[in-house]
């Protein structure tokens, strides 16, 4: 969707791969830069120029496939070595439930973690938890999810209001086309 809305608002865009803290802080200090995808949170609020949302982020907590832990809430996770990263919303969001993380300097380390017994659940987002293991071949156990967010493109405050403007009513634009998309599909599947 994101490569979508940069070709449909007739703009050019290089992506670079960073560890998330390096990421977001280099969006809110350069100009010309975002990053994605980000969660809109009462702290980041004012740091960013917001577009979006543009997709939906389920929040969970995974284990080894392999291991014998059983949750169904943060509150199951007591007693429990925690592994989130550096920056990352999820992790700030299970702290400020009162629990302890072990964080990483980037999502992909607690991988190694959970394999190493350094770590036994990690707290993610479930698309990158399942991008992750398919990658690293490393097989998960989904314990719960605790919490779904829309994610947004954050750019540095010095994106011009026109063309943020221009960025969020054409994503306003695809969204619906795709959404009347996905409902003719559907019709067409009940009809069949």
Not at 74 to 95: I, T
Not at 141 to 152: A, D, I, M
Request: glycine share 4%; proline share 2%.
């Amino acid at each position: 969707m994101l490569k979508r809305l940069i070709e449909h608002s007739g703009l050019e865009a290089e992506f670079q791969l960073l560890p998330w803290a390096r990421a977001i802080t280099e969006a809110e200090m350069r100009e010309n830069t975002c990053v994605y995808s980000a969660t809109r949170t009462h702290e980041r609020e004012p740091l960013f120029k917001w577009i979006g949302p543009l997709v939906s982020n389920q929040w969970a907590a995974f284990s080894l496939a392999s291991s014998s832990i059983e949750a169904s809430g943060l509150d199951d996770l007591s007693g429990l070595r925690l592994g989130s990263f550096r920056e990352d919303a999820v992790g700030r969001y299970v702290q400020d439930q009162g629990h302890n993380l072990i964080l990483a300097t980037a999502d992909h380390e607690n991988l190694d973690r959970l394999n190493a017994d350094l770590i036994d659940v990690w707290i993610t987002g479930v698309a990158a938890a399942n991008y992750l293991a398919d990658r690293h071949s490393v097989s998960l156990k989904k314990l719960f999810v605790f919490n779904e967010v829309p994610l947004y493109l954050a750019c540095n405050r010095s994106l011009s209001s026109d063309l943020h403007q221009k960025m969020q009513t054409t994503l306003d634009i695809l969204l619906q086309q795709e959404g009347e998309a996905l409902s003719l599909n559907q019709y067409n599947e009940m009809k069949e």
